[in-house]
């Protein structure tokens, strides 16, 4: 392990990682909690952004006028060194799109390109179908069954499983990121995927897609789960009488050039030390169907909300609460790998990270990433969490999207984990709207950071420098 | 009242309306009834309907299909008498369309253009919002206020209330039938409305709507309630601020010259009067967005079904058992009025008739309109569903929109009322779609109908002539 002098020098100075709570800091912590269950304007914050921006995707109009709310919004709640530093975004536009089954029963699907997908030309690709259960199964298909793929569309029909912790989601979007590379290897035309959600709605699932260099570029699109089930059917039935289902697919998918987005930071300047932070992440920018209101309008606004109750108190904590609304998480984190670039030499002062990216259900576990010898005193800030229905959790976790570039720092992360049951009917999707949002929901979020976010600020401990995550699942 | 000579006959020939089942009638019905709870093909069939012709409106190549499916279809299942009896149909084509709100706070919203709209001029229609709670409103709204209407696009914004008899809908469809009329009167450029349904889906409800001679006609669509709601907010927020909200619609809908599509007929011929009909409908028509599966794909496989299992028993009741699978229903009624005017000679031996026109929910009550003194029958045969969950309800029933041609002839009805909690989350939307039915909820259906029908046709009484139904609320 390599210790900055920096960090070196700040747990050598006091076995500071051993300190427990001050009793008048773990009660400031519980009564910031309290009193955000009992209502918080973390919704009327989300219901702004999303009625004064809508859609936001890297490098939008969206995302410009996002990055402007952001500003005006965390100056108009109080926050101090408000600033917009600004991340070069890739950006990448829908276009038009469509398809259609054309023969055996012609009848046209629902469809959405994935995040970074080739258009096709202009006319559409017209190619006979053929399915396959998961990417898996792609990547290790027989020389003779791949020969039969090529040219053809491939269908990937994974349906993700729902589950409350949204552990269905890494098994099947695989086929997500890697079909195209897999299919194009196999000299496919294009691929289609079942859409990486658990509902039954017209609305499909869009999401980041990868390429790889020195395999062809083939179009990438997402089916509804409705008409994946249809192609299913249709396959299903054409089979029997050995007829070929043959599908069209037009995708105005494009990359323009480069744009420019921001990172929005507002800081609660500590008392005492403000040069140690404790960052509160949410990502600004959203996907292009929906209005971003789950993913990712609600982690900003629990965040903002959090850090504006803590600077509400008679006096500040002694460290920086940092809130960071992310540029471009969606597509390649610029704004995490940015933040990381820009603040290198301050992560040894950045006491805890915590990003809300999950929705806005509510949070049932706590879960860290911090040196082993600070598990007590995490466990004890825990435990201030356990009266709104908050479990301790593992040491393993990731921290949240943006923040994976702190991770070689050792930045020490916490997540709250939340309830993710319905997570994964909305997310990347046109339905991502505010309706979805239950305001209580919110204000539980809101206590439950606000109070860890306080207390941390607050302790005279530290977590020590985080090892490095696990290796992902 | 006029009585018919024929049936004056039937009326008087024997006190016909008093019989009363047979023990053997009963027992053969309650045996239909609780086989079909053990599983029926109804599912099965549906899925073949919507996998095999898709989307089917009036006109169109999917309402093509269908009707060759329903000939296909019922020979297949061993119907007699198959045929498909010509109907001209209005071929109304939504075209390419999209909304968006231009200012203060610019973003792209969903909707769909109302059935029977006239489009925009090719450049869209963009024009301050002028927002009313609802149709009434307008229609009773002063010179003044209505002065401010001239020249804007009005936002009807009634939102629909869910219940299980589907009472919402009747006072939110108001504005969908009658707003361009009442929008066009004041001098409107367009009228959106809130979708009449019941969802926070990204999926907004069409459904016809009407125009008035002499009056300008303007495009109508309907947003989806999540669009809506973005609409209302942005509304509220720049009320407070004097901003006006603009928005910008484009809609390619236009009609095109009469098709042609056919009332799909099948039968299972009575052993001893065969002339005398138990008729059973749906409507094989569905609107553009979705497949259809649960408007009317449902009505039809149950009542296809439900007559399948009568034939397939070791004789055939008295009567015959006559299936009808409706064209347009969506669009005017051509079917159920076209059957009406072909058959008029035979209406009054049509001892009963019933549609199966909301969805896939489960029975839970037998309406009825027949001769008051033909309640007690009417009784006797509901109480054979009770069983299966379904109360005895009035004598008020419409009976179904294909059948209320045939009311001024006194054709008695059965209204077997479904479940509609949901119905409305999928209704003229795109998210009509096989998965939103449960095959045991569909045989619960074929249960009751095989179980009324079968008896109808066996019972040696009738239901005599059914008064005028009650004015519509």
Redesign the interface.
């Known amino acids: 392990m390599r210790l900055s002098l920096c960090s070196a020098l700040l747990l050598l100075s006091v076995p500071a990682t051993a300190q427990s709570l001050a009793p008048e800091t773990a009660a400031t912590a519980a009564a910031l909690r309290d009193s955000a269950m009992q209502g918080t304007r973390a919704f009327e914050i989300v219901?702004s952004l999303?009625?004064?921006?809508?859609?936001r995707p890297a490098g939008s109009?969206?995302d410009r006028?996002a990055v402007e709310w952001g500003v005006r919004k965390l100056k108009e709640l109080g926050f101090q060194n408000v600033r917009a530093e600004k991340v070069t975004v890739p950006h990448w536009v829908r276009g038009a799109e469509s398809g259609e089954i054309v023969s055996p029963?012609?009848?046209?699907v629902?469809l959405a390109a994935l995040g970074g997908s080739v258009g096709t030309p202009e006319g559409g690709i017209e190619a006979e179908v053929v399915q396959v259960p998961d990417v898996a199964a792609l990547e290790g298909m027989d020389a003779v069954t791949a020969a039969r793929v090529k040219g053809k569309i491939v269908f990937i029909n994974r349906r993700m499983e729902r589950a409350k912790d949204g552990s269905g989601y890494g098994p099947a979007v695989a086929g997500r990121g890697r079909g195209a590379i897999a299919a194009g290897k196999l000299g496919a035309a294009a691929v289609l995927i079942r859409s990486v959600g658990t509902d039954?709605?017209?609305?499909p699932h869009t999401g980041a897609m990868r390429y790889e260099d020195g395999v062809p570029r083939i179009p990438a699109a997402a089916l509804s789960?409705?008409d994946a089930?249809?192609l299913e059917?249709?396959l299903g039935?054409a089979e029997k009488s050995g007829k070929p289902v043959v599908f069209r697919l037009k995708l105005g998918a494009h990359l323009l050039p480069d744009g420019e987005s921001a990172n929005v930071i507002g800081e609660i300047p500590g008392r005492e030390k403000p040069e140690e932070i404790v960052l509160l992440g949410g990502h600004l920018d959203s996907w292009d169907l929906?209005?971003g209101a789950i993913d990712d309008g609600a982690g900003c606004a629990i965040m903002i909300e959090a850090a504006r109750r803590i600077g509400e108190l008679p006096q500040h904590p002694r460290r920086t609460v940092r809130v960071i609304l992310f540029a471009n998480e969606e597509f390649g984190l610029s704004g995490g790998r940015a933040y990381a670039e820009k603040y290198a030499a301050d992560l040894p002062r950045h006491i805890l990270a915590g990003e809300s990216d999950f929705g806005s259900g509510r949070v049932w576990q706590a879960d860290s990433r911090v040196a082993p010898e600070a598990l007590p005193l995490f466990d004890e800030i825990a435990k201030l969490l356990a009266p709104i229905g908050v479990e301790r959790g593992d040491n393993e976790s990731g921290g949240g999207a943006d923040l994976s570039p702190l991770a070689p720092a050792g930045v020490p992360v916490v997540g709250l984990s939340q309830d993710g049951t319905w997570y994964f009917d909305w997310h990347h999707?046109?339905?991502d709207?505010?309706?979805?949002i239950d305001a209580r929901d919110l204000d539980q979020n809101v206590a439950a950071w606000a109070a860890l976010a306080y207390a941390v600020a607050e302790m005279p401990g530290n977590f020590g420098k985080a090892p490095e995550p696990a290796p992902r699942r």
Chains 1, 2 share one sequence.
């Open positions: 219901r999303t009625l004064e921006t809508g859609p109009a969206g006028a029963w012609p009848q046209p629902i039954n709605n017209r609305t789960n409705p089930d249809t059917g249709q039935i929906g209005t999707t046109a339905n709207t505010l309706d979805k």
